[in-house]
């Protein structure tokens, strides 16, 4: 049995639980077995509908009110024992590492992180994994009898849906808090960074906060996520949750625009694994250049305007 933690936000799944749920269903299909997949909490999205992803059965965990690692770990644990799950995967967000390592502990599983392709083999589990901040690859080897996957988000992406609805189980369970939540932030109307297949990303290239309407207007036109390097967030001219890097949120899109950026290695760490970098600065020795497919040596306040006009009479 392969089991999938659906993660669901505000009630919600996003395209990293699709994208969970398809790569279960393709190690279940690849065994000759079933992909379970396990929603705890609120949802307001159709359970069922996780079927035209692959799953072959939902089971909806009710009781916890709001995520929290030990008591995730514990009721999606336990379920893995209860059905002998031989796999388990889990989607690589924010609550998804954190739930990785405790989860192990609770269903006595191996554990293989940052992995970015279907396994190689089944007994024992061999799969690729990013290394070294996504700059090499490893071939990782499990011989446990369970062992719990956690997935770069957009490494696979989630195909168009063709499944149909799944089997479905209720059920109530015993989920004592045991941490209080004090204050919670939402980022609200922007497309999540780790989720966003076009990101639109600026430094202190760009002088002040206030001209970052550009950039705002640049990623509107695309239909992309916004974000900055760690020295910007830092200042105050954007929200830490825009922050990409080692130390910040590390993004796999399909397009990635640095603009006024240098090029640390600390940032290059978190967006190396892009599909396609295009990189505008002014200094044609910014490092980087070198790891752009595309590069553009000039003023941002006067190419970004151009561009976004262009762009804006292409995709109209």
Same mark, same amino acid.
């Given at each position: 049995?392969?089991?999938?933690?659906?993660?669901?936000?505000? +009630?919600?799944?996003?395209?990293?639980?699709?994208?969970?749920?398809?790569?279960?269903?393709?190690?279940?299909?690849?065994? +000759?077995?079933?992909?379970?997949?396990?929603?705890?909490?609120?949802?307001?999205?159709?359970?069922?509908?996780?079927?035209?992803?692959?799953?072959?059965?939902?089971?909806?965990?009710?009781?916890?009110?709001?995520?929290?690692?030990?008591?995730?770990?514990?009721?999606?644990? #336990?379920?893995?024992?209860?059905?002998?799950?031989?796999?388990?995967?889990? =989607?690589?967000?924010?609550?998804?590492?954190?739930?990785?390592?405790?989860?192990?502990?609770?269903?006595?599983?191996?554990?293989?992180?940052?992995?970015?392709?279907?396994?190689?083999?089944?007994?024992?589990?061999?799969?690729?994994?990013?290394?070294?901040?996504?700059?090499?690859?490893?071939?990782?080897?499990?011989?446990?009898?369970?062992?719990?996957?956690?997935?770069?988000?957009?490494?696979?992406?989630?195909?168009?849906?063709?499944?149909? #609805?799944?089997?479905?189980?209720?059920?109530?369970?015993?989920?004592?808090?045991?941490?209080?939540?004090?204050?919670?932030?939402?980022?609200?109307?922007? %497309?999540?960074?780790?989720?966003?297949?076009?990101?639109?990303?600026?430094?202190?290239?760009?002088?002040?906060?206030?001209?970052?309407?550009?950039?705002?207007?640049?990623?509107?036109?695309?239909?992309?996520?916004?974000?900055?390097?760690?020295?910007?967030?830092?200042?105050?001219?954007?929200?830490?949750?825009?922050?990409?890097?080692?130390?910040?949120?590390?993004? =796999?899109?399909?397009?990635?625009?640095?603009?006024?950026?240098?090029?640390? %290695?600390?940032?290059?760490?978190?967006?190396?694994?892009?599909?396609?970098?295009?990189?505008? =600065?002014? #200094?044609?020795?910014?490092?980087?250049?070198? !790891?752009? #497919?595309?590069?553009?040596?000039?003023?941002?306040?006067?190419?970004?305007?151009?561009?976004?006009? !262009?762009?804006?009479?292409?995709? =109209?």
């Amino acid at each position: 049995m392969i089991l999938v933690f659906a993660e669901t936000w505000s +009630g919600q799944f996003k395209k990293s639980t699709f994208e969970a749920v398809q790569y279960a269903a393709a190690c279940a299909a690849a065994q +000759g077995s079933q992909a379970v997949a396990v929603v705890v909490g609120p949802a307001s999205a159709p359970v069922e509908s996780l079927g035209a992803y692959g799953a072959h059965k939902v089971l909806h965990l009710h009781g916890p009110e709001r995520f929290e690692t030990a008591l995730y770990a514990a009721l999606i644990g #336990d379920v893995a024992k209860e059905l002998d799950a031989r796999l388990i995967v889990v =989607n690589g967000t924010a609550n998804g590492r954190a739930l990785l390592g405790a989860l192990a502990v609770r269903a006595e599983a191996g554990v293989i992180s940052n992995v970015t392709a279907l396994p190689e083999s089944y007994s024992p589990v061999r799969v690729v994994r990013g290394a070294f901040s996504s700059k090499g690859i490893e071939v990782c080897e499990s011989r446990s009898a369970c062992t719990v996957i956690g997935l770069v988000p957009n490494a696979l992406g989630a195909k168009e849906a063709s499944g149909s #609805d799944a089997a479905f189980e209720d059920r109530s369970v015993s989920a004592p808090a045991r941490a209080t939540v004090v204050e919670q932030q939402l980022a609200s109307g922007t %497309i999540a960074l780790p989720e966003a297949e076009r990101v639109v990303s600026a430094g202190r290239g760009m002088k002040a906060p206030e001209n970052w309407g550009m950039i705002e207007e640049l990623a509107q036109v695309l239909g992309a996520a916004t974000a900055c390097s760690k020295p910007v967030s830092d200042i105050g001219w954007r929200p830490h949750r825009e922050h990409v890097g080692q130390t910040g949120i590390q993004v =796999n899109p399909q397009l990635y625009i640095a603009i006024g950026i240098s090029g640390a %290695i600390q940032h290059l760490a978190g967006v190396s694994s892009s599909k396609t970098i295009v990189v505008i =600065n002014s #200094d044609p020795e910014a490092p980087f250049f070198k !790891a752009a #497919d595309y590069g553009i040596v000039g003023d941002a306040f006067d190419i970004i305007p151009r561009l976004t006009a !262009a762009l804006r009479k292409h995709l =109209n």
